[in-house]
């Protein structure tokens, strides 16, 4: 981190105060964005620190450069700017950006805003260059910002063009206070008093006029012509020879200063204009020279557009508009010398530790070998604190073959390319890396990658292969890498439908990861864990692994780490199905639905794909059929789906199952015609896609075939003791036998599986297969009343009349509808409102601002058609959505 | 995309900016300087509008050639 970035510029003394823009400035006080607009040079930055040391306000000042394009580093800068004056803010922000769980710029600024809350007086914001800004999402951030911090904190934007946030609306809510070009230029009077100020010139009045006309009041270029003037005895002939067109007075202008130096002062100026910021220290090392210090005084004396970066006059940068103007001249009449330049201020900032800088400077010099072991040097870091954007682009730089010298550029470049979805290039670059290595241990990673993505693709026999390498090669003290290969290990033996080894690979990440406090890992290998118990029939410990693992996030993230929190998407998701497999539908889809809008957040393609497919389902299980087609389709959108393997069964599976309750015969169809791999490594595929089949069958009453297929199943799975998909099979024979009328078979599938259902009392998958499913009930009700046999001994009387209610009520209610419901986030709001909290305390506890606190009351109001927060508590009571 | 686009800005600029113009051809036309070349595509349009916003030059008109 840069210091001198935060460092508000401190004008000398010697500039003339601007009490009109001043008082302008302060008039708009009350409204929340101040916007200087205006080109360079007129004195942006000069008016804002006035306006501060005149009023003696409260700031943080961020100077942004091309670099802090990158949201995170942006948020970075700005936290680390306000808490250099209330050094409480930001810090659980801080914490959440360090935990590699990549949250979203709206999770962080939520966290400054709360924190924010507390400080009463005015503090100022301010971005200075913001034109510099090309990532919109760091637009966006400015706008949420706008919109939710309190009154009394402001943000200032100094740019050279209008930024990219709805300033129209703004402006039409009378938000921004607007300094621009025309209020910037100086009239004759300020010239008048600038050059005998700053310049000690003494100019005719008539002088004066003639510069307004020909330099249409333009700051800089008055002060280019001011240092031209200096030692000439004729002002108002200079002034009358300048051409009357400000462009070219700047380029005439810079020649006749450097003019005016020596050889030794030119060389200076020209060779340090390649930094964005220098101290005494580096220039000495780019140029070879000794007293840079006295220079830099010297320039500083005489008003050359250098601008002090800190109070202690360590650091400085040239105005930029100058700096442009001496870089122009240096390519045109040293450009040899600049690689060598920018080679010596790399090793100067290696030598300082400051190696993103180091690798810049490598990189614009084209020293590519010094350039990769500065990104080696830097990568690690980088990775750990999420700054995924610079590692992309540094990355981006270098050719494979570059690359391919480094494995632990690789390694952590590979793995910024998958999770941002670039699977092409980060197989490229893995494939590339194998070719070249002898290495054992690097081999053991690259395994490890392969094995993730092959298993990831679906490209099974590949990753079964790369999982035996991994798991036998990698080292078992490095945890991360470790967890890794008994993942896509896992994933692999769940493809396969080797569900015990399955199981076991996923516990062994588990483990390993909590061990090493990797909650990314952990959660990702217990909601696998969880779902493979789920599918063997070990519904109660699925549901306990997942229940556990939850309570876990809550009680080390409570009040601390929404961040952290998002990891938790799955586990919700999860755990909402579970609850809604057992008929606990509003509570199970709420959590889903939570679980779901964690997921966005993470801006992990992989855990948005599950979850979106998980709330599909639980949908489904709840009846609501319209709103799963929706996001099922939704979900062919993404590239993830496309990609995932384990996500591309799934979803065509719940397809089949929509599409057949809701009797789409034309989008059935393509679906049957799939050609699928024969095999063990396809297993889950075929199996999955064989019990759709026979659902489907038995609709068009081709039971005879239906019921083979599934003997034969029925058969393989109660061999590997998988009872999850087992009792989808028996039912599906039940119903299979009952539609030929063999009823005492189907009296005993249905036996079977209400066997294996009954003690954690599973009800949705029984509704969704129908009608003669009911009647099967019924029947087997009336049976064990009045036969006695071991069987029906053992089933469970009240879980069946249960059923029987379930289905009762599904046929009373076609359709549950939550279209009115409240969301989740109205529902926190409204159980807050129960324990009589103000609205202040609900957006401190739900980390959200007060104005969308208020939004949630209103439409709490509304749904519920309450006057008051008592009666909406009352009226939710009386619904059943609090507990009354 | 490949079109030429011709921008006008105020003032005469010297030619030795050509390099911070990348392919455009500069040319001056009364009071006016007229860059022109290849648009290769928006990001690259984009960089040379900002270009001309950070040497403060006055931005008069971006055209597409007229055939």
């Not at chain 1, 530790?353 to 180091?358: G, I, K, S, Y």
């Not at chain 1, 073959?401 to 490229?428: H, M, P, R, T």
């Not at chain 1, 070249?436 to 490209?459: H, P, R, S, W």
């Not at chain 2, 600029?13 to 595509?41: P, Y």
Request: charged share 25%.
């Amino acid at each position: 981190m840069l210091k001198t970035k935060l460092n508000k510029p401190n004008p000398t003394s010697k500039l003339i105060l601007r009490k009109k823009l001043l008082d302008t400035l302060e008039s708009g006080k009350q409204k929340k964005l101040t916007l200087i607009s205006a080109p360079a040079g007129y004195g942006k930055s000069v008016l804002v620190s006035q306006w501060i040391d005149h009023c003696d306000l409260q700031y943080s000042w961020y100077s942004l450069d091309i670099s802090d394009n990158d949201i995170n580093t942006f948020l970075r800068y700005t936290i680390a700017g306000i808490r250099s004056v209330y050094k409480d803010v930001g810090v659980e922000a801080e914490k959440l950006m360090e935990t590699n769980s990549n949250p979203t710029y709206e999770t962080i600024a939520t966290q400054i805003i709360n924190d924010l809350y507390d400080i009463q007086e005015r503090f100022h914001i301010i971005f200075d260059d913001y034109h510099i800004i090309e990532n919109q999402e760091i637009n966006n951030l400015i706008y949420f910002l706008l919109n939710n911090l309190t009154e009394n904190i402001k943000i200032v934007l100094i740019t050279r063009s209008d930024p990219s946030i709805p300033l129209a609306r703004l402006r039409s809510q009378q938000l921004i206070t607007d300094i621009r070009l025309s209020d910037l230029c100086f009239n004759a009077n300020n010239i008048y008093d600038f050059y005998k100020k700053c310049l000690n010139i003494n100019l005719s009045i008539n002088d004066a006029q003639s510069l307004e006309l020909k330099t249409e009041g333009w700051i800089a270029g008055l002060q280019l012509a001011g240092l031209s003037l200096q030692g000439k005895g004729d002002v108002g002939d200079f002034i009358n020879k300048l051409k009357g067109d400000n462009r070219y007075i700047m380029d005439y202008l810079i020649e006749e200063v450097l003019q005016q130096h020596t050889q030794e002062i030119k060389d200076f100026l020209l060779c340090t204009s390649i930094l964005n910021q220098f101290n005494a220290s580096l220039c000495n090392h780019i140029l070879d020279i000794q007293n840079s210090q006295e220079i830099v005084e010297q320039l500083e004396r005489k008003n050359m557009f250098i601008v002090p970066l800190d109070n202690e006059c360590n650091w400085f940068r040239y105005h930029h508009l100058f700096a442009s103007l001496l870089q122009h001249r240096l390519a045109v009449h040293f450009k040899d010398r600049i690689p060598e330049l920018h080679t010596n201020a790399s090793q100067w900032f290696e030598n300082n530790d400051q190696l993103v800088f180091a690798l810049e400077h490598s990189l614009t010099a084209d020293d590519k070998e010094r350039a990769l072991s500065l990104f080696a040097g830097t990568i690690d870091h980088l990775w750990k604190t999420s700054q995924f954007g610079l590692i992309l682009k540094f990355g981006g730089m270098f050719s494979l073959d570059e690359l391919v010298k480094n494995s632990d550029i690789c390694f952590i470049y590979f793995w910024v390319l998958f999770e941002s979805g670039i699977i092409e290039q980060a197989e490229l670059l893995i494939n590339k890396l194998l070719q070249e290595t002898k290495d054992k241990a690097i081999l053991a990673k690259i395994y490890v990658c392969l094995n993730n993505l092959k298993a990831f693709t679906g490209d099974i026999e590949s990753a079964y292969e790369y999982s035996e390498l991994a798991t036998q090669n990698i080292s078992d003290d490095d945890a991360w890498w470790n967890g890794l290969a008994f993942l896509s290990q896992g994933e692999s033996h769940l493809l396969r439908l080797e569900l015990t080894k399955s199981f076991q690979s996923f516990e062994k990440t588990a483990l390993i990861a909590s061990e090493a406090n990797i909650m990314y890992l952990q959660s990702i290998s217990l909601a696998k864990a969880s779902y493979v118990l789920w599918i063997m029939g070990n519904y109660s410990k699925a549901h306990q692994i997942s229940k556990d693992l939850l309570d876990d996030f809550k009680a080390k993230t409570a009040d601390k780490w929404p961040g952290v929190e998002l990891l938790s998407c799955l586990i919700y998701c999860i755990v909402g199905s579970y609850q809604i497999g057992i008929n606990h539908i509003e509570e199970g889809l709420r959590n889903t639905l939570l679980g779901y809008e964690l997921s966005k957040k993470t801006n992990n393609g992989g855990f948005i794909a599950s979850c979106m497919l998980m709330l599909a389902d639980a949908y489904y299980l709840a009846g609501e059929y319209a709103k799963a087609i929706t996001l099922i389709k939704e979900l062919d959108t993404l590239p993830y789906k496309q990609a995932m393997k384990f996500l591309y069964i799934l979803s065509d599976s719940l397809k089949c199952k929509l599409y057949m309750v809701t009797n789409q015969q034309d989008k059935l169809k393509p679906l049957f015609q799939k050609d699928i791999k024969s095999g063990k490594n396809h297993a889950l595929e075929t199996f999955i896609y064989k019990i759709n089949n026979a659902r489907y069958q038995i609709t068009q009453g081709k039971i005879i075939e239906a019921t083979k297929s599934l003997l034969e199943m029925a058969e393989s799975l109660k061999r590997e003791k998988i009872h999850g998909l087992l009792t989808e099979i028996e039912l599906l024979l039940a119903k299979a036998h009952s539609i030929i009328r063999e009823n005492d078979k189907a009296i005993d599938y249905l036996s079977d599986a209400i066997l294996r259902t009954q003690d954690v009392g599973l009800i949705r998958i029984y509704i969704n297969e129908g009608t003669e499913i009911e009647n099967l009930l019924k029947e087997c009700k009336r049976l064990v009343r009045t036969t006695k046999s071991a069987q029906s001994d053992k089933l469970n009387m009240e879980y069946i009349d249960k059923l029987l209610r379930a289905f009762e009520k599904q046929a009373h209610m076609p359709n549950l509808s939550l279209e009115d419901a409240l969301s989740s986030r109205e529902l926190d709001t409204l159980k807050l409102i129960a324990e009589n909290l103000q609205n202040q305390e609900i957006a401190k506890a739900l980390y959200i601002s007060i104005t969308t606190v208020k939004t949630h009351v209103r439409n709490i109001l509304l749904k519920l058609e309450a006057k008051n927060r008592n009666e909406a508590v009352a009226k939710a009571k009386e619904k059943g959505i609090l507990p009354s | 995309m490949a079109e030429k686009v011709i921008i006008k800005i105020q003032g005469h600029l010297d030619e030795n900016w050509k390099d911070w113009f990348d392919g455009m051809v500069i040319k001056f036309e009364g009071d006016v300087t007229i860059l022109s070349g290849k648009r290769k595509d928006n990001a690259y349009l984009h960089g040379i509008l900002n270009r001309i916003r950070d040497l403060n030059l006055t931005l008069i008109s971006v055209n597409p050639e007229h055939k």
